[in-house]
């Protein structure tokens, strides 16, 4: 079992910035993908950015293309989100997960294990 716990979220102005943090509690976080998926009011959960095991390979969804990057420290068991530029319509609980699944890294069932979410409130 493998828990995820999400920090760093919080409210911020439209144009600002915020970094997320996911720490696991596994011995073995290199053998894990890791995905970062939000979830706005009254909308289906989506793929933001993804980091395989290795870390060589990162995918991100359009709408967070350019403005975000993800990356994983595995000495930490940590994957992290910077988000710039947001945009109120970045608003949404975001979810970290990990996954051992060698499966298309956008997908919700590539991830076995989910974070309880960070709320990220960006205003105009």
């Known amino acids: 079992q493998v828990q995820l716990v999400e920090s760093g979220g919080g409210l911020v102005q439209a144009g600002g910035s915020l970094r997320l943090s996911c720490a696991a509690s596994?011995?073995?976080?290199?053998?894990?993908?890791m995905g970062w998926f939000r979830q706005a009011p009254g909308k289906e959960r989506e793929f933001v950015a993804a980091?395989?095991?290795?870390?060589?390979?990162?995918n991100y969804a359009d709408s967070v293309k350019g403005r975000s990057t993800i990356s994983r420290d595995n000495a930490k068991k940590t994957v992290y989100l910077q988000m710039n530029n947001l945009k109120p319509e970045d608003t949404a609980v975001y979810y970290c997960?990990?996954?051992?699944?060698?499966?298309?890294?956008?997908?919700?069932?590539?991830?076995?294990?989910w974070g309880q979410g960070t709320q990220v409130t960006v205003s105009s």
């Open positions: 997960a990990a996954g051992t699944r060698r499966a298309t890294l956008s997908s919700e069932t590539t991830y076995d294990y």
């Open positions: 596994t011995r073995t976080f290199s053998n894990y993908a």
């Open positions: 980091v395989s095991r290795s870390g060589f390979t990162i």
